[in-house]
Structure formats: structure tokens, C-alpha cells
């Protein structure tokens, strides 16, 4: 099949498996939900007629190996286990997503076997549809691909739904078992991860260009603010006489967009906000707000963490409420591994296409394989920078040119000093 006839099935596959969901029309899939079944099925499917072999590992992973009969290990693997690349991306979405972030790498990486046939490479591929990103179900993101890295924890095992499951009791519901989840882990074999996927912002496309290669994953922090005062009636109780938490907390989100604001480059945002006892005749006693805030340099965006904190016990203060944070997630600005980005660079060049660099201010699973083994990223043009939304979507151009440009990768990757690294 043509590259541009497989850019045209990925699209397909994409908005085809946007119908896999808990909340039909939208596209909602947290993880392991049962949803994820069908997807699972579906891309399995796929892979298993292109000759892979499937499994799903214990953090519900799916994963497709391609091997190849020349495959030969270097002598610093085990005898008989050939090297291998892992390309993915994300199989979960956010609340009422479109239909390409995460599952269009996962995607492009199963159609990038397709496109490659029978050819002999130096390594095998595995493909990895992760299934956990965003983290929507358990406030903590990253659990498919840490599971991969081996940096699950006990804490992670521990986080809670909104109906109470922890991480482990939501796998054993799927009919995995959460105590071989170290087994996920990649080994030796391992020597390098590639993801695909869209920009999910709109500098691309104000520049013109279909694709361009990541440097770096700024930096995040996620916390949750809780403000508690004192619940009171809304008819009874004096103006000068409350302590109203979420007054607290509004005050507050406005602070934090202040100094996103004043800072360059830095992104801070309150994305939920939950009030109790939420009635409307009753003053907030308890306001729970979350935090993300993300920068490419981690002195800034510590500095600016550190500002809003304090912001917050001043307006506590001021107020007579009391402020509790909760540490959620921190991760530190990741570069791209060099030798994969200018692999990347010149398989951009081979395939006729502009070189571009840039930062990425969203989070990805690359930043997280990062720190087991060499992992590159390369964007795809998100038309009118909409992401997270129903209204998501790709070029077909787009998709062909990144699918010629991970093939010429493989290429590059196979004529590269890597083995001796």
C-alpha cells in the first residue's frame, strides 16, 4: 500500500476507534475502562494480520512485535534477543477528545509495519499503545508508560477514582494482574523509543510546515489547593461574618493567571474546581481546586510554583480559611536524545521537507521513556491548534509526511552508530 493510501486508512482507524467511548457521542476513554476492550481488539486485529505478535502487559499495554529474521544482537544484549525499537503513543483521552492525540501515533506506528513489509531491519519494532496519558481517572498521569520504564510505585498502585478504585483494583477488574506489573518493564533490548504525534498547538501551522522534530518537553507540576472555611446559609449569615472557601479560591485563580502572565513562556492553569457543599443556598466550606503549571526551564517553573503557594496561604490567611496542597505529579524538563533528533533531522531532510525544531509545552509519554532509554518525538501540524476538543484534526499531507519520514528513520537508525553505543 502507498504511503498516501496508508495516511488515509490511519485517519480512518482514527475516527474509528473515536467511537469507542463512555460517553457516546463524545470520545471520553480513561484508563483500562471498558472501552479500551474494543480498541484493543480492533488494533490487535490489525497488527495480528501483519504477522506481530500481540499481548497486553499487566498495566494494560498493548503491544505488537514485529520482528525480523536478520535481527542480530550486539554482543551487549543477551544471546538470542535481538534489539528493538518501541514506537507508540497513547491509547486513553481526555473528557469529550477528538479523534488523533495519542491514538494517531499508535496508529501510524502499526501502518509504519505495514509500509515496511517483509524488509530485513538490523532490529525488531514494538509497537506500544500506552494505556495511560492523561491521566483523567486517577488525577495521575503517565501509568502506561511508567509501567514500561519500571517506576510504578506503590503510591501510583494506591491513587483513587471518583468511585474509590485504586490504579490496581481498576487492572485486576480488566483481568490482569497487578502484581506482575514489574514485568511490563523494558529490558536491554530496548534501544530506543519514537512517537508520533500532533502538535497540539499552532505554531506549525503558522509557520507552514506538516512536521517538525521535538528538542524538549518543558517541565510540570500538578497539585491540588484545598480551601476550607465554614459552610454557612447564604440568607443568614453577614457578609463580614463568613469564611466562604471558594471566594478564597476564586481570588486565587486569579493570581495564578497573573503570574502566568507576567512570566514568558510559563503556562499556569486551574482545570477543575470543585465546591462543598455545592448547594446554592449554602456558602462553600470546602473548595478544591488543581494546578498544572509548565515551563522549559525547571528554575522558572519551580520559582513560579512556589509564588502561586504562597499566594494562596496569604489569601488563606487574610481570609481566616485554611489552605492544604497535595503534590500530584512533578516532572523536570526532558531533552530529546541528540543522536535520535539528528536521525530525525536527516530523515526530515531525505523525505523533501523543511527542518524545524521545537520545544513541546504538553506533556507525552517521551518524556517518561526518556529517562530509560534514547526517545525522539516528531510533531504533526494540528490544523488551527485545536486539541482536546471534538473539533481535532489532521491534514492527510500531514500524515503521509511523517510516515515518510519515520520510514527514512528507520533507515537512518539502521545505518547508525547505535548498535556501538
Not at 509504519?112 to 483523567?136: C, K, N, R, T, Y
Request: hydrophobic share 45%; net charge negative; glycine share 8%.
Amino acid at each position: 500500500m502507498s504511503t498516501s493510501a496508508l495516511a488515509r486508512e490511519a485517519i480512518g482507524w482514527c475516527r474509528t476507534l473515536a467511537t469507542c467511548t463512555e460517553e457516546p457521542p463524545a470520545t471520553t476513554r480513561t484508563f483500562l475502562s471498558p472501552p479500551m476492550r474494543e480498541v484493543h481488539r480492533l488494533l490487535g486485529q490489525w497488527m495480528t494480520r501483519l504477522g506481530m505478535v500481540v499481548t497486553v502487559d499487566a498495566a494494560g499495554n498493548l503491544r505488537g512485535l514485529r520482528s525480523s529474521e536478520s535481527s542480530r544482537a550486539p554482543s551487549s544484549k543477551p544471546s538470542g534477543a535481538p534489539p528493538r525499537l518501541l514506537i507508540g503513543s497513547h491509547l486513553d483521552t481526555v473528557p469529550n477528545a477528538g479523534a488523533f492525540d495519542g491514538v494517531l501515533g499508535v496508529v501510524l506506528a502499526i501502518a509504519l509495519v505495514e509500509l515496511v513489509g517483509q524488509e530485513p531491519l538490523p532490529f525488531a519494532i514494538e509497537v506500544v499503545g500506552l494505556s495511560d496519558e492523561e491521566g483523567a481517572r486517577h488525577g495521575v498521569p503517565f501509568i502506561g508508560s511508567r509501567a514500561l520504564a519500571g517506576t510504578v510505585d506503590e503510591a501510583l498502585l494506591s491513587c483513587r477514582d471518583s468511585h474509590g478504585l485504586e490504579v490496581r483494583d481498576v487492572i485486576r477488574d480488566y483481568g490482569l494482574d497487578p502484581s506482575r506489573i514489574d514485568e511490563a518493564r523494558i529490558d536491554n533490548r530496548a534501544i530506543g523509543y519514537l512517537e508520533l504525534h500532533i502538535e497540539q498547538g499552532p505554531v506549525l501551522e503558522t509557520l507552514g510546515l506538516p512536521v517538525a522534530i521535538v528538542e524538549s518537553i518543558a517541565g510540570q507540576t500538578r497539585l491540588n489547593v484545598v480551601f476550607t472555611g465554614t459552610a454557612g446559609h447564604a440568607g443568614t449569615t453577614p457578609m463580614d461574618r463568613r469564611h466562604d472557601a471558594l471566594a478564597g479560591a476564586a481570588e486565587w485563580v486569579d493570581a495564578v493567571e497573573r503570574e502566568g502572565r507576567a512570566t514568558h513562556g510559563l503556562v499556569a492553569t486551574v482545570g477543575q474546581l470543585l465546591v462543598e457543599p455545592g448547594a446554592s443556598n449554602v456558602i462553600p466550606g470546602r473548595a478544591r481546586a488543581s494546578l498544572d503549571v509548565r515551563h522549559t526551564t525547571d528554575e522558572t517553573r519551580l520559582a513560579a510554583v512556589s509564588r502561586v503557594v504562597n499566594a494562596a496561604r496569604v489569601i488563606a490567611a487574610r481570609r481566616q480559611l485554611q489552605v492544604d496542597f497535595e503534590a500530584r505529579f512533578d516532572q523536570s524538563t526532558v531533552p530529546m536524545h541528540p543522536l535520535f533528533i539528528a536521525l530525525l533531522e536527516e530523515s526530515v531532510r531525505k523525505s523533501g521537507l523543511p527542518v524545524h525544531r521545537m520545544p513541546s509545552g504538553a506533556g507525552h509519554d517521551a518524556m517518561v521513556m526518556a529517562g530509560r532509554l534514547r526517545a525522539a518525538m516528531l510533531f504533526l501540524r494540528s490544523p488551527a491548534g485545536i486539541s482536546h476538543h471534538p473539533d481535532e484534526s489532521v491534514l492527510e499531507e500531514d500524515v503521509a509526511a511523517a510516515l515518510t519520514v519515520a520510514r527514512h528513520f528507520l533507515g537512518e537508525l539502521s545505518r547508525s552508530t547505535v548498535w556501538s553505543i
